[in-house]
C-alpha cells in the first residue's frame, strides 16, 4: 500500500531564505508519480510540482525545485527565496500509475514565512 | 477558464440529518474527485469518477455516503445520516482524463454538531 510521510509538522523559514520540506513514501509499484501541493488558509489546494519515478532530472517550477532520492524514497520540496506569501500548509502526494490512479496524500507540514 | 465550483461553501447540521454537496469540475475534464478532509491531516480520496462512471470508491464509508455524478459533468456528494466524525472539508478536484495535475476546488467546510 501506498504511504506518505512528512515528519515536519511546522517548519519557520526567514523572508528570502531557502527551505525545504520533507516526504518520504512507501510504495511497491516501480511506476509512480509525486506531488506536492499548497494550501493556503482559504482552503484550496494548488498544484506546486510533479515528478515522475523515472525521470531523470529533478523537476523544478520557479522557486520550486523537487530533491528526488529514488533509493531513499525520499521527495523533498525546496523552496528558493521563500516570499511572505508562501505560508501555508504543503503536502506531498504519490499515486501509482501501474496497480492504481488513487492519490494519497501526507498528513502536511505548516510552513511559516517571518519578515 | 473557470475553475472548479463547489457549493455550499460553509454547512452545519445536527448528527443524523443529512446533507449534499455540489461539484462542477473544469469544462472537459473528464476525472472528478471528491475528498474529505479532516482538520490537521492531508485530504483522502473518497470517490474518483471517470465521465459518469464510478473509477474507486474503496474508501467511501458506503452506509452513509453516495455520490453520482449521471450526466458525467457535475456531480454530488451526499451524507445520510451524518456523524460527527464526518466534520471535515469536502474537497472536490477535476483532471483532464486522469492526468496528473489536479484542480481542486475552494472546499465545502462541513460541521456536525
Known amino acids: 500500500a501506498q504511504k506518505i510521510t512528512q515528519t515536519q509538522p511546522g517548519m519557520f523559514v526567514q523572508e528570502k531564505e531557502a527551505v525545504t520540506l520533507d516526504c518520504t513514501y512507501d510504495?511497491?509499484?516501480?511506476?509512480?508519480?509525486l506531488f506536492w501541493y499548497k494550501q493556503p488558509s482559504s482552503g484550496e489546494m494548488i498544484f506546486l510540482i510533479y515528478?515522475?519515478?523515472?525521470?531523470?532530472q529533478n523537476a523544478t517550477e520557479g522557486r520550486y525545485s523537487l530533491n528526488f532520492q529514488k533509493a531513499r524514497k525520499s521527495a523533498n520540496l525546496v523552496i528558493s527565496a521563500s516570499q511572505l506569501g508562501d505560508s501555508a500548509m504543503y503536502f506531498c502526494?504519490?499515486?501509482?500509475?501501474?496497480?492504481?490512479?488513487?492519490?494519497?496524500f501526507g498528513p502536511g507540514t505548516r510552513l511559516s514565512v517571518l519578515p | 477558464e473557470a475553475g472548479v465550483a463547489q457549493s455550499p461553501r460553509y454547512k452545519i447540521i445536527e448528527k443524523r440529518q443529512s446533507v449534499a454537496f455540489w461539484c462542477n469540475p473544469i469544462?472537459?475534464?473528464?476525472?472528478l474527485y471528491w475528498y474529505q478532509q479532516i482538520l490537521g491531516q492531508g485530504p483522502k480520496l473518497l470517490i474518483q469518477?471517470?465521465?459518469?462512471?464510478?473509477?474507486?470508491d474503496s474508501q467511501l464509508p458506503k452506509d452513509r455516503f453516495s455520490a453520482e455524478r449521471l450526466k458525467g459533468v457535475d456531480s454530488t456528494l451526499k451524507i445520510q445520516p451524518a456523524k460527527l466524525e464526518d466534520s471535515a472539508v469536502y474537497l472536490c478536484?477535476?483532471?483532464?482524463?486522469?492526468?496528473?495535475?489536479?484542480?481542486f476546488g475552494p472546499g465545502t467546510r462541513l460541521t456536525v454538531l
Open positions: 515528478q515522475g519515478s523515472y525521470d531523470q
Open positions: 469518477f471517470q465521465n459518469n462512471g464510478v473509477v474507486d
Open positions: 502526494a504519490m499515486r501509482d500509475l501501474n496497480y492504481g490512479q488513487n492519490f494519497v
Open positions: 478536484a477535476s483532471s483532464l482524463n486522469g492526468g496528473n495535475e489536479q484542480f
Open positions: 510504495t511497491s509499484d516501480p511506476s509512480y508519480g
Open positions: 469544462s472537459g475534464h473528464a476525472t
